[in-house]
């Protein structure tokens, strides 16, 4: 019998474990490619996992509802054929098929999933396994595609590639008295439930990882605020979502990423990686007080009214759990919205492998000085702050500076 091992695949960056939902398949049942095999449910999002090759299911090892780590073996699929003798080992993924027309002895790494031809053309080129780790995808969920690897080993052969050790990231401190249990202080301890744990792990890695530099402006958006009122009913009738800043906002960024594209940008090692799309992500507080950053692609190319209604049914499938893997992947900037809390600013964490991220504020009506011809008088105007974290490893103070005044000048001057 020639063994297959289905393993829990990794969804995201950061997942570290998934929960099966349902299982579509029984033990005994014959399959073929890309057959719904079970649903997972991550930190972030829900999933169906498609089988890679066609086969007997001959072992199922966990039940519905149970939780299983990241790389561990879930089901084993008798997939026969001449080469009964060998063994074959894949970390199923949504696009397994796109690239594993002949699926055969196939190693993976637990960290990351490879398919078989990513594997085969960096054994040939000589790249080992913590060097193909480093390699930047494109692919799902960031993913090494074909193209990928092709790529980097021309680039490599050309010697446009400088080999350097990548930052090692630090253990973090999990030592903690048992859940539920009481200190000599009176103190309840409570383990951190999977959502939580995930953003701890994240945010300590990224401010282990970036030089943090955060740079505020004020912005006056009193023009913005009139437009807002003027259109919003107009808005809810035509589009059915109701007109929020934050598209205005999103729109502002895009264009800043369009004219400063050296902070639309990841590091890997000493090199510097543009990117070529403009995928903003909009951080979304859930009902249970955990966060997730559904990401809002080609953001440039939507008008206002697109990037309203993408913005809203994100925001919607996030807090009903219905975000798929593409809806938090690929993000190039992060905005986060420390105004729905009333915050006047913060200042934000970058969400690695991005280089900056944009803290808004509440806006609050406030007195200020205006020049007119006649001189200067005081009025009542509309306020709110902006706060840009950046990663100064790439961007120095003058490039963060002029973003956040583009953004600054773009919202100050809204067309009513």
Request: aromatic content about 6%; overall charge negative.
């Amino acid at each position: 019998m020639s063994r297959f091992e289905i393993k829990m695949p990794k969804l995201g960056e950061s997942i570290t474990e998934g929960t099966i939902i349902s299982w579509s398949v029984q033990v005994g049942d014959i399959i073929k490619e890309d057959d719904v095999l079970f649903e997972v449910n991550t930190a972030k999002v829900s999933a169906e996992i498609p089988s890679p090759v066609e086969g007997k299911v001959v072992e199922i090892l966990f039940k519905e509802g149970d939780t299983v780590a990241v790389g561990t073996v879930v089901a084993i699929v008798d997939i026969g054929g001449e080469n009964s003798g060998d063994e074959g080992v894949v970390v199923v993924s949504k696009t397994a098929s796109e690239e594993t027309p002949q699926v055969k002895t196939v190693k993976t790494e637990e960290e990351r999933w490879y398919s078989p031809i990513v594997l085969q053309l960096a054994r040939e080129a000589g790249i080992q396994p913590k060097e193909l780790d480093t390699i930047p995808g494109t692919g799902y969920q960031g993913r090494v595609s074909k193209k990928d690897i092709k790529s980097y080993i021309v680039r490599k052969q050309s010697g446009g590639i400088m080999t350097a050790k990548p930052a090692a990231t630090p253990e973090i401190q999990r030592t903690a008295p048992a859940s539920g249990t009481f200190s000599a202080e009176g103190v309840e301890v409570k383990e951190m439930d999977r959502v939580r744990k995930v953003i701890a792990d994240h945010m300590v890695m990224s401010k282990h990882t970036s030089p943090h530099v955060t740079n505020v402006v004020e912005v006056d958006v009193t023009k913005l605020v009139k437009w807002r009122d003027k259109n919003k009913d107009a808005f809810f009738r035509r589009e059915g979502v109701k007109l929020t800043y934050m598209p205005a906002i999103t729109e502002a960024v895009a264009k800043a990423l369009a004219a400063y594209p050296q902070v639309n940008v990841s590091v890997e090692g000493y090199n510097i990686l543009f990117k070529k799309h403009i995928n903003i992500g909009i951080a979304v507080s859930l009902n249970d007080g955990n966060l997730i950053v559904p990401v809002v692609r080609d953001a440039d190319r939507l008008n206002l009214n697109g990037l309203a209604v993408a913005i809203d049914s994100l925001a919607l499938k996030a807090r009903d759990n219905k975000l798929m893997p593409d809806d938090i992947s690929g993000g190039t900037f992060t905005i986060t919205n420390f105004g729905t809390f009333k915050s006047l600013f913060g200042t934000p964490i970058i969400n690695q492998p991005q280089v900056a991220i944009l803290g808004v504020g509440y806006i609050e009506k406030k007195p200020a000085v205006i020049e007119t011809p006649e001189g200067d008088v005081i009025a009542i105007r509309h306020k709110m702050y902006l706060s840009l974290s950046y990663d100064h490893r790439v961007v120095d103070g003058s490039l963060g500076g002029n973003f956040l005044y583009f953004i600054k000048e773009y919202l100050e001057n809204w067309k009513e």
